[in-house]
């Protein structure tokens, strides 16, 4: 009875750990709360490092792994929202964000903390005004030999983060069960 009881415990434990381990979500900021979907395409997307991450030359480097920019313009594509004949543009300003080594992701998963990134999109016309801005976030803390390898952990970011932003970008974000 203890054993089994000492199981249920543990199993839901795991479970608990592995929901909470990758999180991510969207803020719209209020000025554009009212935003909704007509049609846009764009042409180009732009990612960028805050300039205090910019400053930072690990931080710069290890940046360049997530190949976001590639990542956005291909779920773009794959929803139909890229046009060489657009005129708007997808900016983005990656705010922070962390990419634990290899060997800690692997060795001590989520005890070694969480990858994540943080950024602002602003979708804007060729004359530079916004029509929509949010705040895109998404975080990995799983680890162990699958679960820890860099291209697993820094693809799932960069997935997840174009993933939230064509869903802001459309109007339709994955809402939670009730």
Wanted: positive net charge; hydrophobic residues 40%; contains cysteine.
């Amino acid at each position: 009875m203890k054993n089994a009881r000492l199981s249920r415990f543990g199993f839901a434990l795991v479970t608990a750990l592995f929901l909470a381990s990758c999180s991510s979500g969207v803020t719209k900021r209020e000025a554009h709360v009212a935003y909704r979907y007509d049609g846009q395409t764009f042409k180009k997307v732009v990612v960028r490092l805050s300039d205090e991450l910019a400053a930072d030359p690990e931080k710069a480097y290890r940046f360049q792994e997530l190949r976001l920019e590639q990542s956005i313009e291909n779920r773009l594509k794959a929803n139909r929202l890229y046009d060489e004949q657009a005129s708007n543009v997808v900016e983005i300003v990656i705010k922070d964000f962390r990419i634990r080594s290899g060997l800690n992701a692997q060795l001590f998963g989520f005890m070694a903390g969480s990858d994540n990134i943080e950024g602002i999109v602003t979708l804007k016309t060729a004359e530079g005004t916004v029509f929509n801005e949010f705040a895109v976030s998404a975080s990995y803390a799983l680890g162990g030999r699958a679960g820890g390898q860099d291209y697993t952990r820094i693809g799932y970011l960069s997935s997840e983060f174009g993933k939230l932003t064509v869903q802001t970008i459309v109007d339709k974000q994955d809402k939670p069960a009730r």
